[in-house]
């Protein structure tokens, strides 16, 4: 089965949902959550969303449901936010561009993931994906990571994939499927192949039905960052020892016919 044989199938399993506008959205929508992750082969999209019509409305971003997404991220020459990850220390910091070609916007967002595991995440408008940064983008570099100046950070890693947003009917509850992920450091470029990442994003840990749904296909829940993955993959000279076993993983998933 081929990539092509891969987005229909999803398309045909896309057009069994609801839809809602992103313009009709709350805006920063849980921008303060707990996020859970899995992996898994694209070809399983269909299976795993099935499923979920009579709970979640697919959301519809000026006439498209997979989206393009770009992001630049940004590191300390020492690439401390990479080396804390791979430590695995619980309060880690993602500063990063993202950009939604479709709709010609771009922000320049602060991800900051705490002890508990509580994901916040704030972002301002931004100009395209500029650096260095203008003295606006600088001052919210400053507020939100002060422990960091803006001036020492510098381009490091662009990831780019596709994905489809779905929103619980209650509101409650968001989860993005996303692939076709490619990523590259100057000259150097490589992507995951037919890796998918399935995130549920919730106030508050708690079983719903795309959770459910997981466990009933026996799909559980996998700690991996395509930041710290793609940085790993493109520069063997950084330490990833404790990301080992997501490599195997995605290894694994890959060869699935």
Same mark, same amino acid.
């Given at each position: 089965?081929?990539?092509?044989?891969?987005?229909?199938?999803?398309?045909?399993?896309?057009?069994?949902?609801?839809?809602?506008?992103?313009?009709?959205?709350?805006?920063?929508?849980?921008?303060?959550?707990?996020?859970?992750?899995?992996?898994?082969?694209?070809?399983?999209?269909?299976?795993?969303?099935?499923?979920?019509?009579?709970?979640?409305?697919?959301?519809?971003?000026?006439?498209?449901?997979?989206?393009?997404?770009?992001?630049?991220?940004?590191?300390?020459?020492?690439?401390?936010?990479?080396?804390?990850?791979?430590?695995?220390?619980?309060?880690?910091?993602?500063?990063?561009?993202? !950009?939604?070609?479709?709709?010609?916007?771009?922000? *320049?967002?602060?991800?900051? =993931?705490? /002890?508990?595991?509580? $994901?916040?995440?704030?972002?301002?408008?931004?100009?395209?994906?500029?650096?260095?940064?203008?003295?606006?983008?600088?001052?919210?570099?400053?507020?939100?990571?002060?422990?960091?100046?803006?001036?020492?950070?510098?381009?490091?890693?662009?990831?780019?994939?596709?994905?489809?947003?779905?929103?619980?009917?209650?509101?409650?509850?968001?989860?993005?499927?996303?692939?076709?992920?490619?990523?590259?450091?100057?000259?150097?470029?490589?992507?995951?192949?037919?890796?998918?990442?399935?995130?549920?994003?919730?106030?508050?840990?708690?079983?719903?039905?795309?959770?459910?749904?997981?466990?009933?296909?026996?799909?559980?829940?996998?700690?991996? !960052?395509?930041?710290?993955?793609?940085?790993?993959? *493109?520069?063997?000279?950084? =330490?990833? /020892?404790?990301?080992? $076993?997501?490599?195997?993983?995605?290894?694994?998933?890959?060869?699935?016919?």
């Amino acid at each position: 089965m081929n990539s092509e044989i891969y987005i229909s199938n999803l398309n045909g399993a896309l057009a069994a949902f609801s839809q809602i506008n992103l313009a009709d959205m709350p805006n920063e929508v849980l921008m303060k959550r707990l996020d859970r992750k899995y992996a898994f082969h694209i070809s399983r999209y269909p299976e795993i969303i099935g499923q979920l019509t009579d709970h979640y409305l697919l959301i519809n971003a000026e006439g498209l449901v997979i989206s393009p997404y770009n992001s630049l991220y940004f590191d300390t020459p020492e690439k401390i936010f990479y080396q804390n990850h791979q430590r695995g220390f619980k309060n880690r910091i993602k500063i990063r561009y993202r !950009s939604y070609p479709h709709t010609k916007t771009t922000f *320049l967002e602060a991800k900051v =993931k705490n /002890n508990k595991d509580i $994901t916040s995440k704030e972002r301002v408008l931004a100009d395209g994906m500029n650096w260095p940064f203008s003295i606006e983008l600088r001052n919210f570099v400053k507020e939100k990571v002060p422990d960091f100046c803006p001036d020492t950070l510098i381009p490091t890693t662009r990831i780019d994939y596709d994905r489809i947003g779905f929103i619980a009917k209650s509101g409650d509850e968001r989860f993005s499927l996303d692939f076709n992920i490619r990523f590259s450091m100057g000259s150097k470029s490589s992507d995951f192949g037919s890796l998918a990442i399935l995130e549920v994003k919730q106030e508050h840990i708690h079983s719903s039905s795309v959770v459910r749904r997981m466990r009933q296909l026996g799909l559980s829940e996998f700690s991996l !960052s395509k930041y710290c993955m793609a940085m790993s993959a *493109l520069d063997p000279a950084l =330490k990833s /020892n404790n990301f080992k $076993t997501i490599f195997k993983k995605i290894q694994k998933i890959n060869h699935v016919k």
